[in-house]
């Protein structure tokens, strides 16, 4: 295990969100089922934490980019914080869908249609957001799942006014196109680690990382599937489970995607102003980290082969030992050493 590695391609912010989100999603199912009697905006807790310290990292990036116009100047630096105030914009959209639904599961008086508004406005928005993203070569997994799933908002909000009164199956016809794409994706990537893992040429390394990106998705995209035909069941009366049962692949699927927050490199630097890799800024605040961070371990088993006895007397005198090679090397190599002379041989034809 090697911590250092570990640790150096963490994303903060991804697992922050995917932590918040498997809270919740265990709050809601255990709401939905009547085992807890607490209110929605309690429930709702670990997506007010999230969201608060979204706003809180951004004002303080924001603070620190208008303090030090240095700053500015920097490679990369001014793309970096236009995304973060995008991605800020993003999230007090969602903030806002959010309010707007516990509002309607607490009082009950408002049309589904009114409270999806916010998200159908962030799905129109990211559109644009994915192409800017695109062009400054940043990553837009928020985007991209708002800009993909608009349609299937649409049809949410539709079933749930009764304006439309099919079947859940037919409701989330997006989603299964959506998981189609992921299923080939996933096989994909079955499919590219075991040719790499039975190609001579190929690193170690490199057979390592594509036989974790395979398990990673798999257990990130077949919890998943499983968990939306579990719910669309249930919601058509196929099957009686409870919430919390049928939530459980999901949140293997959020606990995969925890994990794979370690190795998911990327991040923006200007959240809360730290301005350096999230590893580096924890190092920096907490030096005796350092001494854990540069440390690995490897576990051999040598129990087959006896290991000879060094006795006291030699590994008393071994620093000595040690310092007399040094001395003789030393002065071997300050000795003049002797000239030979180049022969050539000629080889007759």
Request: hydrophobic letters at 50%.
């Amino acid at each position: 295990m090697n911590l250092k590695n570990l640790f150096q391609d963490f994303n903060p912010s991804k697992f922050v969100v995917f932590t918040c989100l498997l809270i919740f999603t265990i709050l809601f199912s255990l709401r939905l089922d009547n085992n807890i009697k607490w209110s929605y905006w309690f429930v709702f807790l670990p997506i007010w934490v999230w969201k608060v310290l979204v706003v809180i990292g951004a004002f303080i990036g924001g603070s620190v980019w208008f303090r030090n116009p240095l700053y500015r100047s920097e490679t990369g630096s001014c793309n970096q914080f236009k995304a973060m105030v995008l991605s800020c914009g993003e999230h007090l959209a969602l903030l806002m869908f959010e309010l707007l639904v516990v509002v309607n599961l607490e009082s009950g008086g408002h049309e589904w249609l009114l409270v999806f508004i916010p998200l159908f406005i962030l799905s129109i928005f990211c559109i644009g957001a994915c192409i800017w993203c695109v062009k400054n070569d940043r990553t837009c997994e928020l985007e991209l799942f708002c800009a993909v799933n608009i349609l299937q908002f649409i049809f949410l909000a539709l079933r749930l006014d009764n304006i439309i009164v099919w079947s859940w199956v037919i409701v989330f016809i997006p989603i299964w196109i959506i998981m189609c794409i992921a299923v080939i994706g996933v096989l994909y990537a079955v499919a590219l680690a075991i040719i790499v893992l039975r190609s001579p040429d190929i690193l170690s390394e490199q057979r390592r990382g594509n036989v974790s990106t395979a398990i990673g998705y798999s257990f990130l995209v077949i919890p998943l599937l499983v968990f939306e035909i579990l719910l669309v069941n249930r919601l058509d009366h196929v099957n009686e489970f409870e919430f919390i049962t049928v939530s459980i692949p999901l949140v293997i699927s959020l606990v995969s995607l925890m994990c794979l927050s370690f190795g998911a490199k990327g991040g923006n630097c200007w959240w809360f102003g730290i301005r350096k890799d999230f590893c580096h800024f924890l190092l920096g605040v907490c030096p005796c980290l350092q001494e854990y961070g540069n440390i690995s371990y490897s576990i051999q088993n040598n129990d087959n082969e006896p290991q000879p006895r060094i006795p006291d007397e030699s590994r008393s005198n071994s620093n000595f030992g040690q310092t007399e090679l040094k001395t003789k090397v030393k002065e071997k190599s300050d000795q003049s050493s002797s000239v030979v002379p180049v022969l050539s041989i000629e080889v007759p034809d």
